[in-house]
């Protein structure tokens, strides 16, 4: 089993930035694939931004495309999502979960363990 615990959530002005971790313990992330995802209320969770095992591959979301940087540290066992110029919609609960498949994935379905999330508002 994995635990996963985000951090660093917060409430930010639009434009500001802000760094969410994913600490994990249980096992070692360094051979799953890990992402985040987002949530905001009254819509489905959607993707945002993955990362391969080895931080090698990476994929964003068009809507944070060029704004988000997801990187990871598996000596610390914790991954990280940069969030820059950030915007009133990107307001969400903002999870990480990992999957077994190593690879830098962007569907929900295919991850395995989740985090219980951190809460993510932007005000205009």
């Known amino acids: 089993q994995v635990q996963l615990v985000e951090s660093g959530g917060g409430l930010v002005q639009a434009g500001d930035s802000l760094r969410l971790s994913c600490a994990a313990s249980?096992?070692?992330?360094?051979?799953?694939?890990m992402g985040w995802f987002r949530q905001a209320p009254g819509k489905e969770r959607e993707f945002v931004a993955a990362?391969?095992?080895?931080?090698?591959?990476?994929y964003y979301s068009d809507s944070v495309k060029g704004r988000f940087t997801i990187s990871r540290d598996n000596a610390k066992n914790t991954v990280y999502l940069q969030m820059n110029s950030l915007k009133p919609e990107d307001t969400a609960v903002y999870y990480c979960?990992?999957?077994?498949?190593?690879?830098?994935?962007?569907?929900?379905?295919?991850?395995?363990?989740w985090g219980q999330g951190t809460q993510v508002t932007v005000s205009s």
């Open positions: 979960a990992a999957t077994f498949l190593a690879q830098a994935i962007t569907t929900a379905p295919e991850y395995d363990f």
């Open positions: 249980g096992r070692s992330l360094s051979t799953y694939g």
């Open positions: 990362i391969s095992w080895s931080g090698g591959r990476t």
